[in-house]
């Protein structure tokens, strides 16, 4: 998945070209990162915090895979871009430090910070409607999102809810990929958090 920020990049598992039914069930490789992956959202979110939705996040990402790397560059299980972790580095300099995409906790801390940086940036109808922008912020950019929530609202659309919402309106990216972009978040909260909410990983924003 491509992310783009103020010129970041961060791409995710999707262009390996695997189906998301495929690989829907929790892989054996998350279970050693359940821990730390709940630690790391405690600490940044509190004991309240939707670790269920971040490792469906990294499902959707990596497969949970620590050494991934995209064709393009993105690395890690987040599939960061290098500009894009030496950005979060330099924003999270106590919690990222040297930028370390193929360490495991470094990659989970960048995913769980960016997350938490967008939320607070973002408003939406609910925590679940919130998330889904956060979602879509963290794969295509949080100025597409913003310019998709200006068009829905000139349209008479709710600009605080994504779903049946603001994901119907593009206000100008490619087909392809805007396509990518709606998929991203619906694929995350409406398939994969529920089936790590039934793992138990914990809560999610959604379910």
């Known amino acids: 998945m491509r992310i783009r920020m103020f010129g970041l990049v961060l791409l995710g598992a999707s262009i390996f070209g695997i189906l998301p039914t495929a690989l829907a069930a929790v892989p054996a490789e998350a279970q050693q990162y359940r821990r730390d992956l709940t630690r790391i959202a405690q600490a940044e979110w509190g004991l309240d915090a939707p670790v269920a939705t971040f490792a469906a996040q990294v499902h959707q990402e990596s497969r949970w895979r620590f050494n991934a790397k ?10 960061v ?7 979060l580095a330099q924003l999270f300099p106590d919690t990222l430090g040297k930028v370390e995409p193929y360490n495991p906790t470094w990659s989970l801390i960048a995913l769980v910070s960016y997350d938490r ?4 940036r973002i408003k939406g109808r609910n925590g679940c409607e919130r998330h889904a922008m956060v979602l879509s912020s963290y794969n295509g950019g949080l100025g597409w999102l913003i310019r998709d929530r200006k068009l829905a ?3 008479g659309a709710d600009p605080l809810a994504w779903f049946g919402s603001i994901e119907r309106f593009n206000a100008g990216r490619s087909a392809a990929a805007f396509k990518e972009n709606r998929g991203y978040p ?7 958090e529920a089936q790590y909410i039934a793992d138990g990983w914990g809560k999610g924003v959604c379910s």
Do not use: E, H, N, Y
Request: proline share 6%; glycine share 10%.
């Open 81 to 87: 871009m290098p500009t894009t972790a030496t950005w």
């Open 70 to 79: 995209s064709p393009v560059g993105a690395q890690g299980l987040g599939q």
């Open 186 to 192: 619906r694929l995350i909260l409406k398939t994969f």
């Open 117 to 120: 940086w967008l939320a607070d």
């Open 153 to 155: 609202s000139a349209q």
